[in-house]
């Protein structure tokens, strides 16, 4: 299993960026998808999870701001991002429980794309 994210880049406080991170290989289904970020010395935080039922977490600091959603069909993430900050700035990570068999569940992560948001 893959996951390819997209969508990063450069963008002036207050803009927005839309992120995409597919899934790919074999799998039975994806539980869990999400997007965690992380700057350099910092550990990894949570921005924002949906469950395969739609169940949606996001962390208190882009409540409001960022929209999480997913398409099943194309066993895609989003994470459209508005009123961006430069507080936001960091590389971003896909995540998905993906049920490999129907034994195993594994976590994977997707490559990371950097979001810089000047002010």
């Known amino acids: 299993v893959q996951l390819q994210a997209s969508g990063g880049g450069l963008v002036n406080a207050g803009g927005s960026l839309r992120l995409s991170c597919a899934a790919s290989?074999?799998?039975?289904?994806?539980?869990?998808m999400g997007w965690y970020r992380q700057n350099p010395g910092n550990q990894r935080e949570l921005v924002a999870t949906?469950?395969?039922?739609?169940?949606?977490d996001y962390s208190d600091s882009v409540k409001g701001r960022f929209t999480i959603s997913r398409d099943n069909a194309k066993s895609t993430v989003y994470l459209q991002m508005n009123s961006l900050k430069p507080e936001d700035t960091a590389v971003y990570y896909c995540?998905?429980?993906?049920?490999?068999?129907?034994?195993?569940?594994?976590?994977?992560w997707g490559q990371g794309t950097q979001v810089t948001v000047s002010s």
């Open positions: 290989g074999y799998f039975l289904r994806i539980n869990t």
């Open positions: 949906i469950t395969s039922g739609s169940t949606i």
């Open positions: 995540y998905a429980a993906v049920r490999v068999n129907k034994n195993y569940e594994y976590d994977y």
